[in-house]
C-alpha cells in the first residue's frame, strides 16, 4: 500500500471516530412523523435507535391535529394527558435530550395515545467499558471532537463520555495506521 492511501485509510477511520463523537437528530416516526395515521409503531421506531445524551428529538405533525406532551411513565401507560410535564403545538418541535433514562411523549388530543401516538424514548448510558477515564482522553496526542453542549451543568460528564468515545476509537485508528506502515 502506497503512502497516500494509507493515508486516505487513516483520513476515513478518523472521520469514523468523529462520526461517533457527533450528536444526532431523531425524526419520530421518520419519514411519516408523528401521527395516527398508518399505525406507526413508536415502539418498534424506538427500539431501532441509539438515543445519546446531546441528541435531539424532532416532532413533525400537522399542528390543527395532534400536539406533543412530556409525560411520567404512569401517564404514559394510561394514555393520561390531564397533566403534562410539558406541552408542544408548533408541529415542528425538538426535544434536547440533556440526560439519560426513559424520556415518555404522547399526542394529548383524545384517543390518539389509545391509538398508538405515544412514545418511550429511552437514552441509555455509554457503558464504563466502552468510555475511558477522561485522563486517558487527555493523554491522548489527538483532542477530542468538538460536541455542541446542551448547557453548563448537563454539560460536562456528556462530553466526557462522548470524547471519551471517539477518542478511543482514534486511538484504533491510529493503531491499525501503525500497523500498515509496519507492514507495507
Ligand atoms: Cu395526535
Not at 435530550?97 to 404522547?106: D, S
Request: proline fraction near 6%; hydrophobic fraction near 45%.
Amino acid at each position: 500500500m502506497a503512502f497516500t492511501e494509507k493515508a486516505v485509510v487513516f483520513l476515513l477511520m478518523m472521520m469514523a471516530a468523529f462520526h461517533v463523537s457527533q450528536a444526532a437528530v431523531h425524526k419520530v416516526g421518520d419519514s411519516s412523523g408523528w401521527t395516527i395515521i398508518g399505525n406507526i409503531d413508536y415502539k418498534k421506531w424506538a427500539a431501532t435507535k441509539n438515543f445519546q445524551v446531546g441528541d435531539s428529538i424532532i416532532f413533525e405533525y400537522n399542528a390543527k391535529f395532534h400536539n406533543v406532551m412530556r409525560v411520567t411513565h404512569a401517564m404514559y401507560k394510561s394514555c393520561n394527558a390531564s397533566s403534562p410535564l410539558t406541552t408542544m403545538t408548533t408541529g415542528n418541535d425538538t426535544i434536547k435530550i440533556t440526560n439519560y433514562g426513559h424520556h415518555f411523549f404522547l399526542c394529548g388530543i383524545p384517543g390518539h395515545c389509545q391509538a398508538g401516538q405515544k412514545v418511550d424514548i429511552n437514552v441509555v448510558k455509554v457503558s464504563a467499558a466502552a468510555a475511558p477515564t477522561p485522563t486517558s482522553a487527555m493523554a491522548s496526542p489527538v483532542p477530542p471532537a468538538n460536541v455542541p453542549a446542551p448547557s453548563p451543568n448537563v454539560a460536562s460528564p456528556f462530553i466526557v463520555a462522548k470524547g471519551g468515545v471517539g477518542v478511543l476509537t482514534l486511538a484504533i485508528a491510529l493503531v491499525a495506521f501503525l500497523t500498515l506502515s509496519t507492514h507495507a
